[in-house]
């Protein structure tokens, strides 16, 4: 069964960092295009960050230069670094593997101003 689980949410004051992770299991993690998308209160949820299985990245404009997705195959783990958070990036944070259309249960970054 495929299992997608994330962590490295918080609180975090306007300025700082934080680091999410999703570890995959169930499924080889090279075989798939992983996402991370977020989604706010009162807001639709939105595509953040893709890296193919190749190791293409693509990011919504709000987020370039400041986050970087990642991930490594043999610790079957996707990545998002975040830098220079901003209020606006509060959400909860989830983790999607395209291939099978599969999300994590999502981890919530709040960043205070």
């Known amino acids: 069964q495929v299992q997608l689980v994330e962590s490295g949410g918080g609180l975090v004051q306007a300025g700082g960092s934080l680091r999410l992770s999703c570890a995959v299991s169930g499924m080889p993690l090279g075989v798939t295009a992983m996402d991370w998308y977020r989604q706010a209160p009162g807001k639709q949820r939105e595509l953040v960050a893709t890296?193919?299985?190749?190791?293409?990245?693509n990011y919504v404009d709000s987020v370039k230069g400041r986050f970087t997705i990642s991930r490594d195959n043999a610790k079957n783990t996707v990545y998002l670094q975040m830098n220079s958070l901003r209020p606006e990036d509060t959400a909860v944070y989830y983790c999607?593997?395209?291939?099978?259309?599969?999300w994590g249960q999502g981890t919530q970054v709040t960043v205070s101003s």
């Open positions: 890296i193919s299985s190749r190791g293409t990245t």
């Open positions: 999607h593997a395209a291939l099978i259309n599969y």
